[in-house]
């Protein structure tokens, strides 16, 4: 079983930046995939960034390229998504979620066997 809790979520002005964080526990951290998906009200759930197990290959979807950076600390056993130049269509709740099968898919949610509660982000125009 993998536990995953997000937090730095919250209210900012388009423009601004927030960094979330997602802190992992019950299995060897760097032995997985993480990711980061996002869902607004109304929309299904979608990807928005993930980083392999050393860190050093990440993914990003197309709107968020440029903006946000993916990485993860595996001595912390935590994976934090920098938020930067936020747009009002950034507003969502944010998930982390950990894949731990290898050959998969990460710009997917069939990738992934666990999830956190997720975090609000809101930007403001």
């Known amino acids: 079983q993998v536990q995953l809790v997000e937090s730095g979520g919250g209210l900012v002005q388009a423009g601004g930046s927030l960094r979330l964080s997602c802190a992992a526990s019950g299995r060897t951290f760097s032995s997985y995939n993480m990711g980061w998906f996002r869902q607004a009200p109304g929309n299904e759930r979608e990807f928005v960034a993930a980083?392999?197990?050393?860190?050093?290959?990440?993914y990003y979807a197309d709107s968020v390229k440029g903006r946000f950076t993916i990485s993860r600390d595996n001595a912390k056993n935590t994976v934090y998504l920098q938020m930067n130049s936020l747009k009002p269509q950034d507003t969502a709740v944010y998930s982390c979620?950990?894949?731990?099968?290898?050959?998969?898919?990460?710009?997917?949610?069939?990738?992934?066997?666990?999830w956190g509660q997720g975090t609000q982000v809101t930007v403001s125009s």
């Open positions: 980083v392999s197990r050393s860190g050093g290959t990440t």
């Open positions: 979620a950990a894949a731990l099968r290898f050959g998969v898919v990460l710009t997917t949610t069939d990738g992934y066997n666990y």
